[in-house]
T-cell receptor
Framework: SQKIEQNSEALNIQEGKTATLTCNYT??????LQWYRQDPGRGPVFLLL?????KEKRKERLKVTFDTTLKQSLFHITASQPADSATYLC????????????FGQGTILTVHP | DAGVIQSPRHEVTEMGQEVTLRCKPI?????LFWYRQTMMRGLELLIY????????DSGMPEDRFSAKMPNASFSTLKIQPSEPRDSAVYFC???????????FGQGTRLTVV
């Protein structure tokens, strides 16, 4: 069956360190993968999109990698800050289903001062 | 643009009653998604539309759920009759096309007692 798994429910790190979140998928052939941030009581907010033919994408302190062989994406936040504390969700299209966007369960990141 | 607008923000209803959730997508967006979020199941895709046409409703839990998009600026998600297990936050999202980011509304928190 199709599955999107994010490495852990919760990740705790110290301010200034790099946070690394993992998104693994099975039985999908996504054309692209996205990462979102969700704060309590609010809807998810888009952060980055990476296409199947791209290995890496960067935006300020954020970096995403996409390995279609391993069926995995890594999401890095460098020089993390307490304000980065939130739930991070990966999402992918299903390749064969036009425009269908499916999300993982999310990882709750807490950055301690 | 004010973003994706959902109403109501909160809804409390009694079991057996009909519930209608409303969504106004961002003008010009071709895709509209309805998601349900719970602690146990995360963010689940219920149904999505492309140019007002339902493309995939395989996520709709059962016949009690129905969704319509009568025009490009309005969509509804109806639950009839509602049950306590329908309690969740329901999000509407829109996107300008495939391979692009989705913009989420603030969500409707539904409680069925």
């Amino acid at each position: 069956s199709q599955k999107i798994e994010q490495n852990s429910e919760a990740l705790n790190i110290q301010e200034g360190k790099t946070a690394t979140l993992t998104c693994n998928y099975t039985n999908y052939s996504p054309a692209y993968l996205q990462w979102y941030r969700q704060d309590p009581g609010r809807g998810p907010v888009f952060l980055l999109l990476i296409r199947e033919n791209e290995k890496e994408k960067r935006k300020e302190r954020l970096k995403v990698t996409f390995d279609t062989t391993l069926k995995q994406s890594l999401f890095h936040i460098t020089a993390s800050q307490p304000a980065d504390s939130a739930t991070y969700l990966c999402a992918l299209d299903e390749g064969t289903s036009y425009g269908k966007l499916t999300f993982g369960q999310g990882t709750i990141l807490t950055v301690h001062p | 643009d004010a973003g994706v607008i959902q109403s109501p923000r909160h809804e409390v209803t009694e079991m057996g009653q009909e519930v209608t959730l409303r969504c106004k997508p961002i003008s010009g967006h071709d895709y509209l998604f309805w998601y349900r979020q719970t602690m146990m199941r995360g963010l689940e895709l219920l149904i999505y539309f492309n140019n007002n046409v339902p493309i995939d409703d395989s996520g709709m839990p059962e016949d009690r759920f129905s969704a319509k998009m009568p025009n490009a600026s309005f969509s509804t998600l109806k639950i009839q009759p509602s049950e306590p297990r329908d309690s969740a936050v329901y999000f509407c999202a829109s996107s300008p096309g495939r391979n692009t980011e989705a913009f989420f509304g603030q969500g409707t928190r539904l409680t069925v007692v």
